[in-house]
C-alpha cells in the first residue's frame, strides 16, 4: 500500500503516447523511465505525462535505448526497487483486425521486455497486448510469456478484458497479464480486476451522444473544416451527465472550458451524400455503380441513443458521426473519448497520415488508436498498488 506523499515508480516499454501510463498515473505511479520509438507519441507523451522531466523519456529502438549497458548504468543511478515495469509490444503482427504475419519481427519484440524485466527485477510487470496475442498461429506465446515471468520469479494472473466493462464506450478487447514478485505476494491470490460496468449502466451511461454530444458544435462555427489542429478550443457547451464531466474535470466543464485537437475533414459534397445515406442504413452494395461508389471496404454510422458499437483504430475514416445533419468522420479528440483520454490530454504531431505514410508515421489518429483506455489502465494500476 502506498503511503501519503509516496508513489510507485514505474518503467513504461512501447509507451505509445501514453494512455497505459496515464491511467497508472492516476492510480498512484510515477514514470521514472519510457521508452517509444516514434517521435510523435513520444512527444505526447513528454508534453502530457512527463513536463518537468522530459528526459525520462528515451526515444529510439528499444535494444538501443535500453540496451544491457545502459540499464546497468540507469540502475545504479537509481538503486531503490523499481514498483513496475509495463509495456505492450507492437501488436499488428497479432492482430485480429489486420491481416497479422506469424514472422512479423514485431511479434518478438516481447523478449526484449522480457529482457528488461530480467535486468530491472521490479516488484511487479504489467504485459498488454491484443487477443490474438494468446492463441494466434499457434507459437505458444501467451504460455511462453507466463513461463518466462514465472522462471523469475513472479505469480501471474493473465487473460483478455472487454473495455467496455470497466467504462470504456467501445467494443474492445485486450490481453493483459500481471505478474507480482512472489516475495511480495507470498501465497495470496490475485487476479484481473473485475467488471466496474453492468450492461445495464452501459446503456445507461455511454451511449454516443452521453459520449461525445457535447462536441458536437460545428455547425455554428464554420462547418467541415473547422476546429483545431493544436490550440485552444472553447466547447461553448456545458458537459452533461457523468461521463462528459469526468473527461472535462480539468479542462473545464462549463461552455468557456478548452480542449485541443479538434479538427474535423474538409469533406467534398460526394462524400457527405455518401455518409449521410450510411446513416440512413445505406450498406457499401447499394453504391455500386453509381456516382456514391467507393472502395471502402467498410464504412459505418453510429448511432445516437446507442454505445458506439465499434473498437477505435488508427484509420479515421471507419465511422461516421450519428448527426445527419452534417454527415462525417470523427475528430481526434471524439475519438480520444471514446478512448477515455480525458480532454486536457493533447496529442501532438500530426493529425493525420495516407497511403504509404502510414508505414513510418505516427499521427494523431494512429496514436489514439493503439492506445490502451486509461480508464481500463487504472483498474489494473489498483490491483498492483493495493497487492504490494
Same mark, same amino acid.
Given at each position: 500500500?502506498?503511503?501519503?506523499?509516496?508513489?510507485?515508480?514505474? +518503467?513504461?516499454?512501447?509507451?505509445?503516447?501514453?494512455?497505459?501510463?496515464?491511467?497508472?498515473?492516476?492510480?498512484?505511479?510515477?514514470?521514472?523511465?519510457?521508452?517509444?520509438?516514434?517521435?510523435?507519441?513520444?512527444?505526447?507523451?513528454?508534453?502530457?505525462?512527463? $513536463?518537468?522531466?522530459?528526459?525520462?523519456?528515451?526515444?529510439?529502438?528499444?535494444?538501443?535505448?535500453? *540496451?544491457?549497458?545502459?540499464? *546497468?548504468?540507469?540502475?545504479?543511478?537509481? &538503486?531503490?526497487?523499481?514498483?513496475?515495469?509495463?509495456?505492450?509490444?507492437?501488436?499488428?503482427?497479432?492482430?485480429?483486425?489486420?491481416?497479422?504475419? $506469424?514472422? /512479423?519481427p514485431r511479434n518478438f519484440l516481447f523478449k526484449e521486455y522480457l529482457r528488461v524485466i530480467r535486468r530491472i527485477k521490479p516488484k511487479s510487470?504489467?504485459?498488454?497486448?491484443?487477443?490474438?496475442?494468446?492463441?494466434?498461429? !499457434?507459437?505458444?506465446?501467451?504460455?511462453?510469456?507466463?513461463?518466462?515471468?514465472?522462471?523469475?520469479?513472479?505469480?501471474?494472473? /493473465? !487473460?483478455?478484458?472487454?473495455?467496455?466493462? @470497466?467504462?470504456?464506450?467501445?467494443?474492445?478487447?485486450?490481453?493483459?497479464?500481471? !505478474?507480482?514478485?512472489?516475495?511480495?505476494? !507470498?501465497?495470496?491470490? @490475485?487476479?484481473?480486476?473485475?467488471?466496474?460496468?453492468?450492461?445495464?449502466?452501459?446503456?445507461?451511461?455511454?451511449?454516443? =451522444?452521453?459520449?461525445?454530444?457535447?462536441?458536437?458544435?460545428?455547425?455554428?462555427?464554420?462547418?467541415?473544416?473547422?476546429?483545431?489542429?493544436?490550440?485552444?478550443?472553447?466547447?461553448?457547451?456545458?458537459?452533461?451527465? #457523468?461521463?462528459?464531466?469526468?473527461?472535462?474535470?480539468? *479542462?473545464?466543464?462549463?461552455?468557456?472550458?478548452?480542449?485541443?485537437?479538434?479538427?474535423?475533414?474538409?469533406?467534398?459534397?460526394?462524400?457527405?451524400?455518401?455518409?449521410? #445515406?450510411?446513416?440512413?442504413?445505406?450498406?457499401?452494395?447499394?453504391?455500386?455503380?453509381?456516382?456514391?461508389?467507393? #472502395?471502402?471496404?467498410?464504412?459505418?454510422?453510429? *448511432?445516437?441513443?446507442?454505445?458506439?458499437?465499434?473498437?477505435?483504430?488508427?484509420?479515421?475514416?471507419?465511422?461516421?458521426?450519428?448527426?445527419?445533419?452534417?454527415?462525417?468522420?470523427?475528430?481526434?479528440?471524439?475519438?480520444?473519448?471514446?478512448?477515455?483520454?480525458? /480532454?486536457? @490530454?493533447?496529442?501532438?504531431?500530426?493529425?493525420?497520415?495516407?497511403?504509404?505514410?502510414?508505414?513510418?508515421?505516427?499521427?494523431?489518429?494512429?496514436?489514439?488508436?493503439?492506445?490502451? $483506455? &486509461?480508464?481500463?489502465?487504472? =483498474?489494473?494500476?489498483?490491483? +498492483?498498488?493495493?497487492?504490494?
Open positions: 500500500m502506498l503511503m501519503d506523499g509516496d508513489s510507485a515508480t514505474l +518503467i513504461d516499454l512501447f509507451a505509445g503516447c501514453g494512455g497505459l501510463s496515464l491511467g497508472l498515473h492516476e492510480a498512484g505511479f510515477r514514470t521514472v523511465l519510457a521508452n517509444e520509438i516514434h517521435v510523435d507519441p513520444a512527444s505526447t507523451y513528454s508534453h502530457n505525462l512527463i $513536463p518537468e522531466d522530459p528526459g525520462v523519456m528515451r526515444v529510439g529502438p528499444i535494444e538501443r535505448q535500453l *540496451s544491457d549497458t545502459r540499464l *546497468s548504468r540507469w540502475v545504479d543511478e537509481n &538503486p531503490d526497487d523499481v514498483w513496475c515495469v509495463a509495456g505492450g509490444p507492437p501488436c499488428q503482427g497479432f492482430s485480429m483486425a489486420g491481416r497479422g504475419y $506469424p514472422d /512479423d510487470v504489467i504485459f498488454e497486448n491484443v487477443p490474438g496475442f494468446a492463441n494466434r498461429y !499457434g507459437m505458444g506465446l501467451r504460455m511462453t510469456l507466463k513461463g518466462e515471468l514465472e522462471k523469475m520469479g513472479y505469480s501471474i494472473a /493473465d !487473460g483478455v478484458l472487454k473495455a467496455h466493462d @470497466f467504462g470504456v464506450p467501445q467494443l474492445r478487447k485486450r490481453f493483459f497479464a500481471i !505478474g507480482i514478485r512472489e516475495d511480495i505476494v !507470498g501465497k495470496e491470490v @490475485f487476479s484481473l480486476p473485475n467488471p466496474t460496468f453492468d450492461q445495464s449502466r452501459q446503456n445507461r451511461e455511454l451511449t454516443c =451522444e452521453k459520449v461525445i454530444g457535447d462536441l458536437d458544435t460545428y455547425e455554428s462555427r464554420g462547418g467541415y473544416g473547422s476546429g483545431t489542429i493544436h490550440g485552444e478550443w472553447e466547447y461553448e457547451t456545458r458537459a452533461k451527465g #457523468a461521463f462528459q464531466r469526468s473527461m472535462r474535470v480539468i *479542462s473545464g466543464i462549463g461552455p468557456r472550458g478548452t480542449t485541443w485537437n479538434t479538427r474535423i475533414p474538409n469533406h467534398t459534397p460526394k462524400v457527405i451524400r455518401r455518409m449521410g #445515406a450510411i446513416l440512413k442504413g445505406a450498406s457499401r452494395k447499394e453504391f455500386v455503380g453509381t456516382p456514391l461508389e467507393t #472502395a471502402k471496404n467498410q464504412q459505418r454510422g453510429l *448511432s445516437r441513443e446507442s454505445m458506439p458499437n465499434i473498437t477505435v483504430v488508427s484509420i479515421p475514416d471507419d465511422y461516421v458521426h450519428y448527426n445527419e445533419r452534417m454527415p462525417r468522420t470523427l475528430s481526434v479528440r471524439e475519438c480520444a473519448r471514446l478512448q477515455t483520454f480525458p /480532454d486536457h @490530454f493533447h496529442f501532438l504531431g500530426k493529425r493525420t497520415s495516407g497511403g504509404i505514410r502510414r508505414r513510418v508515421e505516427v499521427p494523431q489518429y494512429t496514436q489514439v488508436g493503439n492506445a490502451v $483506455p &486509461p480508464i481500463l489502465a487504472k =483498474e489494473l494500476g489498483k490491483i +498492483i498498488i493495493d497487492m504490494i
